[in-house]
């Protein structure tokens, strides 16, 4: 990024320009005379160091929470920048190392990435450069991110645990015991209807499950 960011400042450097113009905190004046390429570069100039800029505010901000407590308040305070900007400045910054960040990309970027580990930080910024991505764009790759195969069990394989799990229980009630199942219809005559269509649904069910039993 400091590259980036010189080869963006040498951009205003007059010194070696046939064109001269007037900059300060208000006005940008520029003669006729200047080439298409100049104001390109120098539009681009503009759209680097306003990101750099967010970089330097919270990094500097961050080293005065760090160095003088909560002096560093009087800062933010005394700046006119809106408290929650500089907050979020001061927690990208905190949070996207400066060995991890992309000179490719821009600062929104970043604090779409800000909450990820430093590895998913790494992958995420290098998908955006690969990819063309904007801020946009990685935001909703990140947030519509499929999980991992290892974060959840496949529904097919849940349903054969909760299957194993009725089996094993099945087997070991007395309830589903063969034997009482053809003693309960052998004495069907003894018991109301309700529960004899209940002990035929239970055989029923004991059945598909041994079949499922054996066919594992």
Do not use: C
Request: glycine content about 4%; hydrophobic content about 40%.
């Amino acid at each position: 990024m400091p590259d980036k960011v010189t080869d963006a400042l040498s951009v205003f450097d007059q010194s070696n320009s046939l064109v001269r113009y007037a900059i300060d905190e208000t006005s940008l004046v520029m003669p006729d005379g200047a080439d298409f390429v100049t104001v390109e570069k120098m539009l681009k100039g503009f759209k680097i160091v306003g990101d750099a800029t967010k970089f330097w505010r919270g990094d500097l901000l961050v080293y005065a929470q760090r160095n003088f407590g909560e002096m560093y308040s009087q800062l933010v305070d005394d700046s006119d920048y809106a408290f929650q900007t500089l907050k979020d400045e001061m927690w990208v910054s905190t949070n996207v190392a400066p060995s991890t960040r992309r000179g490719e990309l821009s600062w929104s970027h970043h604090r779409e990435v800000a909450s990820q580990t430093r590895p998913e930080q790494v992958k995420w910024l290098e998908l955006a450069v690969e990819k063309s991505l904007s801020a946009n764009s990685l935001r909703a790759l990140i947030k519509n991110k499929k999980p991992k195969e290892a974060d959840v069990i496949p529904r097919a394989e849940a349903f054969e645990g909760a299957l194993k799990a009725i089996l094993k229980n099945s087997m070991d009630s007395e309830f589903f015991n063969e034997k009482f199942f053809n003693e309960r219809l052998n004495d069907g005559d003894k018991i109301d209807k309700p529960s004899l269509d209940i002990t035929r649904a239970a055989i029923m069910a004991a059945d598909v499950l041994k079949a499922y039993a054996k066919g594992k």
